[in-house]
């Protein structure tokens, strides 16, 4: 698959591609769902600044373990190393929010007022910045100041208590559906519509992305479906979530597995013409399901899950192949669109969603801590970022990290 070369770089005086170049945005490092949300801004195009905190490998060769190539939440931004426990250094990240566009943290929720870089004091300095905030619990509530991981975000918030077959427990998409679906993902849309409503009133705003309250956001359809009747509050017994034989998975004779999700009626004939199981029993009635899902199950015991994809490749059964993450890279539909791509021998997601008008490429590798202190803190304004470096206010990584 072709990569796009390397660029330019992302600094802010350099040529961006995106809709979202010459966007400013500052991000105080943190872990996850904040660095993904930064991530997605600088696919677009936005020149993001990393503020890293001083740590073992921030002044040597390599910094913290080397392999950059690997750390993609952390692609296509400069890194700058500052101390907040230095007066000169939370005076640095205030002059950097006078001219960002929009300011990251992912901290505890005081915290940033505590270091003296709370949203208060940088929107009274600039009141068009955004200021956005990403938690698990949000800025209020009586768990705000709990600490938690994704598990026990989407736990709390209903959504875990759904996956799962019936009967069983309750299974976890590992951290994707909280910290990125829920999380950083709804922090960049958040971001989004701050910036499109200050186009026309002038001013920013916080925002306020809680991990729980996006979780909420994708269980509307559930939440739905149930007000209308047609969704138990059970796991495993639903449309959709393995509670119906003909939207499940099934093991195949290589101990693979292909996904079925024949809604439609013409999706389910194309599903039963594949299996060959015509004469099937009618699925309109429910006391049929069990005799369906033992059909599927043993004809899917028939095929390697490569020849079931062969069979039902091109048809309408809505019958697709589980792929591992290192077989979806190299996917014939996924590689001709280029979904994945590979950089340095380590493979990635592109870009995403894609744009007619203003298309964006695969940022740079991710920085190493502190590799552009001067350069990047000279490019946003502060002319005093050697004197920073030498107070010990700021950290400049070596040069050939």
């Not at 309750?170 to 960049?188: K, R, V, W």
Request: proline share 8%; hydrophobic share 40%; with cysteine.
């Amino acid at each position: 698959m072709t990569v796009p070369g390397p660029g330019p770089g992302p600094g802010t005086e350099r040529t961006r591609l995106g809709p979202l170049a010459g966007l400013r945005v500052l991000e105080l490092a943190g872990i996850g769902p904040g660095p993904f949300c930064a991530m997605m801004l600088a696919d677009q195009g936005a020149s993001v600044l990393r503020i890293d905190r001083p740590g073992p490998g921030d002044t040597v060769p390599g910094g913290r373990g080397g392999h950059q190539e690997r750390e993609f939440l952390n692609r296509g931004r400069q890194s700058a190393v500052l101390d907040l426990k230095h007066p000169r250094a939370v005076d640095a990240v205030l002059r950097l929010a006078d001219t960002a566009d929009v300011l990251i943290e992912g901290l505890r929720p005081g915290v940033t007022e505590r270091l003296g870089v709370g949203p208060d004091v940088c929107l009274a300095r600039n009141p068009r910045l955004v200021y956005a905030r990403m938690t698990g619990w949000g800025q209020d509530g009586p768990m705000a100041n709990t600490v938690g991981h994704d598990i026990g975000y989407i736990a709390r918030a209903g959504a875990l208590h759904a996956l799962g077959r019936a009967g069983g427990p309750p299974q976890f998409p590992a951290n994707l559906l909280g910290d990125f679906g829920g999380g950083g993902m709804l922090m960049a849309y958040g971001i989004c519509a701050a910036l499109v409503e200050r186009s026309a009133s002038g001013q920013g705003q916080v925002v306020d992305a809680a991990i729980v309250d996006g979780v909420a956001s994708l269980l509307a359809m559930p939440l739905m479906f149930m007000a209308q009747g047609m969704w138990r509050d059970e796991r495993g017994v639903n449309l959709l979530d393995g509670g119906v034989p003909w939207y499940d998975v099934y093991e195949t004779a290589d101990g693979k597995w292909m996904a079925v999700g024949a809604l439609e009626p013409r999706f389910y004939a194309a599903l039963l013409a594949g299996l060959g199981l015509e004469d099937a029993p009618d699925r309109g009635d429910r006391a049929n399901w069990d005799e369906l899902r033992a059909l599927f199950t043993a004809r899917f015991k028939d095929k390697s899950r490569d020849e079931w994809a062969a069979v039902f490749g091109g048809s309408e059964a809505c019958a697709e192949p589980v792929l591992s993450l290192r077989e979806a890279a190299k996917d014939p539909h996924l590689a001709a669109r280029e979904t994945y791509v590979e950089r340095d021998g380590v493979i990635q997601p592109a870009p995403s969603p894609r744009f007619s008008r203003t298309p964006a490429r695969l940022p740079d590798p991710a920085p190493v801590p502190g590799q552009h202190t001067t350069e990047a803190l000279a490019e946003w304004g502060l002319a005093d970022a050697a004197d920073l470096v030498a107070c010990g206010a700021a950290r400049q990584a070596p040069s050939g990290t």
